[in-house]
Structure formats: structure tokens, C-alpha cells
């Protein structure tokens, strides 16, 4: 830009754009620290993209997630925990579960939970996953926790682990499993969710969001609003199961049939936990029906939840209730090795 004052090549003197004074007067009010506020927050937010792509990347195949535990890892570096997540639950709150109820699990065995796919429930590579996760680590005993419908899941891939690999797990604990679709309260919701994937509908995050606020509305009893703002948003975030994961749970929870594979568990022991006042499975209904369908690995029925808020699959919340539970059934089951073992109780 010329200098005012300086002549042009027609004789005329510059004289300064008012425009260009009013951006400069700007500019030079602009100060340092706006200038480096505005500039954090961009970074901040390219990170946060950043993290967001690398998440999702990350969950397009399934995956088993340990949890650090000292002294599982020490005294039982040959077995595992698996913990198989309920319907909608992201692998952060599956290790959450697994942190929160750790002084009842980490007796008996190490920490994982399998964090399914964003790509959709697949259960040959759920198989996969823990076949090569206890080959990499030499793993001989298995102890299945099934989260809710991973109570499901965790019979049928039991079963195919023996069928296919002749891996014999040792224990399945169903915390408030369904039996099948019929043991789901509110069926308004679920055949219209598997209708559309079925259909090869895929419903977009705008109808998401009104669906898991609406769910938690009408389930309010069990809820805070503050819970259910939380878990709303929660659902909505980055690290959330996307939303052809929670089509293709829906569609296995439907189409779910326990009877196929009774008789194939080998000398798997059984137990179920529940509440009576859950009011998203019948547990009258699911917890009879799993006792007379696997009665020859059904070792308890009789142990409930009682006073657990939520009332459906809530070790997270609740590990208080579940723990002692937990703990009772694995002592009675699976008793601790007495005198000379390397395990102290100092």
C-alpha cells in the first residue's frame, strides 16, 4: 500500500481507505490474549476431530479390552474374565463394570471385556477375538460375565468355543439376561428397530437422540433427570455404540434361541442374578426359563439384586449389591485354593 502523501503515476496524492483504518483501528485492539484464546480453542477443537476419527477408527473391529488388575494379573496370569456388555453399552462403561466390580472378579481370574464392533455385532468375530486373545496369553480358564443381553451372547459363543476350538469355559454368570424377545417388557420400541434393519433401514443420530431421551422418560422411575440428560448425551458422543451396533444387537436379542444350545456348555456352571422389580426384562419369565432350559449347568437361580437403581444390569452403579453376590457364588463354585498356595489373604 502507498504512503499517504506519495504522488501517483497521474499526479494525484494518496490519501488513506477509511475501510482499511477502521481494520487496522481493530486489529490493534485485538489483543494478545484473544488472539491466543481464539487460537487454543482451534486447536482444541481439530484435537477433539482428531480423537473423534481415531476412536471411531479404532471401533470398526471388535476387540478385547483388558483392565489392568495387579493381583489377577500376578497370581492368575492363565485366567480370564470376559465380560460381554449389554445392549447399547460403550467399552468405556464395560471397563467401568469391570473396575467397579473387580474386588469380587479379580480372586479368581485377570480383567477383559469385549468391545464389539461399530460395524455391527458379528459373532464369529467376538469368537475370533477371545480365541486369539487366549492364545496370545496363554489363557486355560474362562469365567464369562454376561452384562444384561451379553448373557445371550456369552452361552452361544461358549458353546461354539467348545464346539469349534475345544476351549471348555468354566463359569457364565447372566446378570438379568434375557431368555429371549419375550422376556423384553417394552416390545413397542424393539419390533420397530429391527423392522427398519431388517429392512435395510438405518436410522440416522437426529432420531437416535429422540428415541434414548424418550426411553429414559418413560423409564423415569429408575432414573434422575440428571441421569437421564447425562445418559442421553452420552449415547450421542463419539465413544457412544454406533447406531448399526444397536440395530444389529436389537436383531440378535429378536431372533435369540437359548434351546439351541443347551446340552452343548460341557461342564460349564451356570448362574443367573436379577431383580424382581426390573422393569425391563420379566425376571420371573427369564430367570425360570434359562434354570429348565440349561438345568444340567444351572448351579443358582435364587440370588436377586434387590434395591439396585437402576433395577436392570446395573453393577456399575450398584456394586455394593452385586459384589457380596458375586463373591458368594464364586466361593461356594469355585472355592480358593486353601494352604500352601501362593495366595495370602495378608
Request: proline share 5%; charged share 20%.
Amino acid at each position: 500500500m502507498p504512503y499517504e502523501g506519495e504522488v501517483s503515476p497521474q499526479g494525484r496524492r494518496w490519501v488513506p481507505d477509511a475501510r482499511l483504518l477502521l481494520e487496522a483501528a481493530a486489529l490493534k485492539r485485538f489483543s494478545r490474549r484473544s488472539f491466543l484464546a481464539g487460537a487454543g480453542a482451534s486447536g482444541l477443537l481439530a484435537a477433539d476431530m482428531l480423537v473423534t476419527r481415531d476412536v471411531q477408527s479404532q471401533r470398526r473391529s471388535t476387540r478385547i479390552l483388558t483392565v489392568p488388575d495387579d493381583f489377577a494379573d500376578a497370581y492368575y496370569p492363565d485366567a480370564s474374565w470376559f465380560l460381554f456388555p449389554g445392549y447399547k453399552t460403550s467399552w468405556e462403561e464395560a471397563q467401568w463394570i469391570l473396575n467397579t466390580m473387580r474386588g469380587a472378579l479379580n480372586k479368581r481370574a485377570r480383567l477383559a471385556a469385549v468391545g464389539y464392533s461399530n460395524l455391527g455385532l458379528n459373532i464369529t468375530e467376538v469368537v475370533n477375538a477371545i480365541t486369539d486373545y487366549i492364545a496370545a496369553e496363554k489363557i486355560t480358564k474362562l469365567f464369562f460375565y454376561g452384562h444384561s443381553f451379553g448373557g445371550m451372547l456369552a452361552t452361544q459363543v461358549a458353546a461354539r468355543l467348545l464346539a469349534l476350538q475345544g476351549v471348555q469355559v468354566q463359569f457364565i454368570l447372566l446378570d438379568s439376561s434375557p431368555y429371549s424377545a419375550h422376556d423384553v417388557l417394552d416390545q413397542s420400541w424393539f419390533d420397530g428397530v429391527v423392522f427398519l434393519y431388517e429392512s435395510g433401514v438405518r436410522f440416522p443420530s437426529t432420531l437416535r437422540g429422540g428415541y434414548e431421551l424418550g426411553e429414559r422418560i418413560i423409564h423415569k422411575d429408575e432414573r434422575s433427570w440428571r441421569q437421564i440428560l447425562n445418559q442421553t448425551l452420552e449415547q450421542l458422543s463419539p465413544i457412544a455404540p454406533s447406531n448399526v451396533l444397536v440395530q444389529t444387537e436389537s436383531a440378535y436379542i429378536y431372533h435369540f434361541e437359548g434351546s439351541q444350545f443347551a446340552g452343548h456348555l460341557g461342564t460349564a456352571k451356570m448362574a443367573y442374578i436379577g431383580n424382581p422389580k426390573d422393569g425391563t426384562v420379566d425376571y420371573e419369565t427369564a430367570s425360570e426359563t434359562w434354570s429348565v432350559v440349561f438345568k444340567d449347568n444351572m448351579v443358582s437361580s435364587n440370588l436377586q439384586t434387590t434395591g439396585a437403581a437402576p433395577a436392570h444390569a446395573s453393577p456399575g452403579w450398584n456394586p455394593q449389591i452385586y459384589r457380596p453376590l458375586v463373591k458368594e457364588l464364586l466361593d461356594e463354585y469355585f472355592p480358593l485354593p486353601r494352604g500352601g498356595s501362593r495366595v495370602s489373604i495378608f
